[in-house]
């Protein structure tokens, strides 16, 4: 990200504090969960504007920042597309939220990462049976949508700005 945006460091200090005070299903630290969404997009060869808007993917749908915050943020417009690709808004139908997301480049990597995340076996692992399955059948239906199969690369992987990424 070039000078005139915020660093990637900045975009994590950011998240980290609009989420501080947030846990998920389980009770644990929500952080934990931005943090671990931004490293599967690394491992998964994503550009830094892919890592900031994994920190930043759940902002706005969790209520840790606004959409007028977002708008007027210093980061790179592709940042904010990805994050509102992968913004579910209230109501929405499911292939309406994946088709924007497939039609969001750099988006379907997010979300690869954060549903890599989300149905991690021993994160379900801890939640009331009901829990579990309801969520490991909504993130099976949403890869489904999204055209992704357990260690497939998604089409949009390849970063074209950064051709060594897979």
Do not use: F
Request: charged residues 25%; proline residues 5%; hydrophobic residues 40%.
């Amino acid at each position: 990200m070039c000078s005139k945006h915020l660093s990637l460091a900045q975009v994590e200090a950011l998240a980290r504090e609009a989420h501080a005070t947030q846990t998920d299903k389980a009770g644990r630290p929500y952080t934990e969960h931005l943090a671990a969404v931004a490293e599967g997009v690394r491992l998964r060869g994503g550009s830094d504007r892919q890592i900031a808007a994994a920190w930043l993917h759940d902002a706005i749908e969790d209520d840790a920042l606004s959409a007028r915050w977002l708008a007027q943020a210093a980061l790179p417009q592709e940042v904010k597309d990805m994050v509102l690709a992968v913004t579910k808004r209230p109501g929405e139908e499911l292939s309406a939220y994946t088709r924007r997301i497939l039609a969001t480049p750099g988006a379907l990597l997010v979300k690869e990462a954060d549903l890599a995340h989300n149905a991690d076996p021993a994160r379900l692992a801890v939640l009331e049976e009901s829990t579990r399955t309801r969520l490991a059948a909504k993130y099976a239906q949403v890869r489904g949508l999204l055209g992704l199969t357990v260690g497939e690369a998604p089409p949009d992987r390849k970063d074209s700005a950064n051709p060594e990424t897979h």
